[in-house]
């Protein structure tokens, strides 16, 4: 089937207007619809922007009557897992019960085609590294309990109404595309690749690193960086395999563990600044490692990541920082 006219739901975010951008290169009509909760109107690439809120169905209902289209993509979602620990009624009520409005409205107005992002966090603590798709799934916060639980949702309305799904589980996304004017803007910022290129340019004031007795080679946490671009572009072969498959579920990452004391050394070479970081307890909820075994996903869908040498993306992160230090300006 050839897919023209998408939807793109949390289009305003970080991977969602990432992935917005390259289906827009690659010739897609795109409908961004954002709550703009989190996402920035400045990160917006699309020909038409809708401002609405899953949790609203009658809304989403109304917008999937009147338009027609080829897929949904669906970004949209609360995801820090220490946020979802404290509190697990936000995650259950914006991942959970807004991905069922969503299904509810695509199966009474005939929309078939998905591609959901869900996360490495449905394995819980890694019984056996890398990381494959067949892994027990126990995850060990909120945040992973409602990824797994709209994955089952999606079998279950596959089985039941032929709702066609691509569940992509994300290792570490990291990345940018600053001469695009996109970047990395979350607030407040959690993640360590942006966390340590702002304490390299004098934009932070401290950095922490969570931990420093993990049983890995350094003692710190080991998780495995995917770009941005390298993840839009699965997802858009996802989108083309559910021609062919009704139902499947990836991992996307590059299978490389990098520590975090290594990601603070690649950030120390490239800008120049001899940055010391502070070491604190570990954070709840953090696995020691999380790497993806990605075959599956390299075999099946003809993917394979271009862009996720950890070098180049911290060099994007600066640059990105460097441009636009407050972020985007919305
Ligand atoms: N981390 C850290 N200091 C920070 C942010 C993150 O030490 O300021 C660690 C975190 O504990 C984990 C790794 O960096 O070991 C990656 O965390 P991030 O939040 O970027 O992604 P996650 O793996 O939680 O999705």
Known sequence: MTISRILVIGGAGYVGSHFSFFAMNNGLDVTVLDNLSKGHKSALRCSQFVQADLLNYDNLLNHLSERRYDAIFHFAASCLVGESVQDPAQYYKNNVIAAFNMLEAMRVTGHDRLVFSSTCAVYGYPKKLPLYEDHPKDPIS?????????????????????IRSAQLRYFNAAGCEPDSGLGEDHRPETHLIPNVVRFALNLSDSLTIFGDDYP??????????????????AHLKACAKLDTIPMIRFNLGTGVGLSNL???????RISGVNIAPGFGPRRPGDPAELV?????????????????????????????FSSCPQGYPN
């Open 142 to 162: 909120p945040y992973g309990r409602t990824k797994l639980t709209i994955e089952w949702m999606l079998e279950d309305y596959n089985i039941a109404y032929g």
């Open 216 to 233: 890995t080679r350094d003692g710190t946490c080991i998780r495995d960086y995917i770009h941005v671009m390298d993840l839009a572009d």
């Open 262 to 268: 290594e990601v603070v050394d690649s950030v120390r």
């Open 292 to 320: 993806a075994d990605a075959s599956a996903a390299q075999k099946n869908l003809g993917w394979k990541p271009s862009r996720s040498n950890l070098d180049a993306i911290v060099t994007e992160v600066i640059k990105w």
